[in-house]
């Protein structure tokens, strides 16, 4: 059974870049069929799409965030990462990682919550 | 504000039913059978329901189950449990910039 673990600092101060590793075991990523995605939950609040990443390589983000994240792949760790920068106190939520196929999410890491403060 | 609209909040009884809605426009829901279904409990992460608007993974209780009509999607769970105490988010694939969006969820109460 594939499950997947965020890892990263839980804070990060205001204009600082956020960087989230999200590491998969009982599968591997490079085994196809399905997308390894980021998304996020503001304390509260409903879910929000950051994007997705193929083993690959191909990405795709939301527009509304694209200028600021950057999605990897490590398949040798077996490893996808993220990184959102410049970050501001709006970026403060709860950072899954998720397995996706067909914009369905299948399997979601525990998430992590990152604290955007000074 | 979120893209699928859903009630905030229903309840019921054990043993009652309940419905919730979640309702799109034709660009998402009422275009494509791609919706998904998600459970949060308190503290934890979402856990997929249903998807492809009726389907149930494995291990789900055929106590929840889908449909669909028009712009709407609903998730009706029968025989409620006290453990069906959570929030429930609905999700469909969507021809708009982003290609999935959510619902702002519905927080259901067992009484």
């Known amino acids: 059974q594939v499950q997947l673990q965020e890892s990263g600092p839980g804070l990060v101060k205001p204009s600082q870049t956020l960087s989230l590793t999200c590491t998969v075991s009982?599968?591997?990523?490079?085994?196809?069929?399905?997308?390894w995605s980021w998304i996020r939950q503001h304390p509260g609040k409903g879910l929000e799409w950051i994007g997705y990443?193929?083993?690959?390589?191909?990405?795709y983000y939301n527009p509304s965030l694209k200028s600021r994240v950057t999605i990897s792949v490590d398949t040798s760790k077996n490893q996808f990462s993220l990184k959102l920068s410049s970050v501001t106190a709006a970026d403060t939520a709860v950072y899954y990682c998720?397995?996706?196929?067909?914009?369905?999410?299948?399997?979601w890491g525990q998430g992590t919550l990152v604290t955007v403060s000074s | 504000q979120s893209a699928l609209t859903q009630p905030p909040s229903v309840s019921g009884s054990p043993g009652q039913s309940v419905t919730i809605s979640c309702t799109g426009t034709s660009s998402d829901v009422g275009s494509y059978n791609r919706v998904s279904w998600y459970q949060q409990p308190p503290g934890t992460a979402p856990k997929l329901m249903i998807y492809?608007?009726?389907n149930r993974p494995s291990g789900v209780p055929d106590r929840f189950s889908g449909s669909k009509s028009g712009n709407t999607a609903s998730l009706t769970i029968s025989g409620l449990q006290a453990e069906d105490e959570a929030d429930y988010y609905c999700s469909s694939y969507t021809s708009s910039s982003t290609p999935v969006v959510f619902g702002g969820g519905t927080k259901l109460t067992v009484l």
């Open positions: 998720a397995r996706e196929s067909e914009m369905i999410v299948f399997t």
């Open positions: 492809e608007v009726s």
């Open positions: 009982g599968g591997s990523i490079s085994s196809g069929g399905y997308y």
């Open positions: 990443i193929y083993y690959s390589g191909s990405t």
